[in-house]
């Protein structure tokens, strides 16, 4: 091949430093490793974190948790990072946080664990939609409460499913567009000529 997007949340940088070694260039969507050496192009996750929290605490909310996506991506780090420093700002404290890990099953079972609980959210910020739809849909079902009226949820990613009726997910929307054209340009570019120097985009 001539060029590798790695769009993985758990890809590894050393694997995208071999590619490089052998002479493959390689371009990081939506997410970005923890080595200058590495062309990645990301949306500014801190400033969505940022804007989640400053949803929740205007719509009046008191008890506001969060549902992590993959710890060791750097989206996850980010997003959560610009959310609690919000809140922080705001003199809010997180009420509850679990893991999901990206992943249905997983987001599904953090939800049972945080609502099995005396006292629940009146909030919650999901990692991801894909979580948050999952999240949704096991307090709905398993709880029997009523998404907003009960408990306001929150993803990021703005996925094609957010828009449905039967979910209306309120979510933070990436500029998927102009994060792919950067994306492809950055590739094309390195395949043209390998040394071109790393760049690390936040749109």
């Known amino acids: 091949v001539e060029g590798i997007v790695m769009a993985s949340a758990s890809m590894s940088s050393d694997l995208a430093r071999r590619c490089r070694k052998a002479g493959v260039p390689v371009v990081f969507f939506n997410r970005r490793q923890d080595d200058d050496t590495l062309s990645a192009v990301t949306s500014n996750n801190v400033r969505g974190g940022q804007k989640i929290a400053e949803f929740l605490i205007a719509g009046k909310h008191k008890r506001i948790a969060h549902i992590a996506g993959w710890e060791g991506a750097s989206t996850q780090r980010d997003r959560e990072f610009g959310f609690m420093r919000e809140l922080e700002l705001r003199g ?69 499913l957010a828009s449905w009726p039967s979910f209306a997910l309120t979510t933070i929307r990436q500029p998927s567009n102009q994060m792919v054209s950067e994306t492809v340009k950055i590739l094309m570019d390195n395949i043209a000529q390998f040394n071109t120097p790393p760049r690390r985009v936040e749109i």
């Open 92 to 160: 809010v404290e997180l009420f509850d946080r679990e893991v999901g890990n990206y992943h249905f099953e997983s987001a599904q079972a953090a939800t049972r664990r945080m609502f099995q609980k005396k006292t629940i959210p009146d909030a919650v910020f999901v990692g991801n939609d894909h979580m948050a739809l999952a999240v949704m849909e096991c307090i709905r079902d398993e709880f029997g409460l009523r998404v907003p009226e009960n408990v306001s949820i929150v993803g990021y990613d703005d996925v094609e």
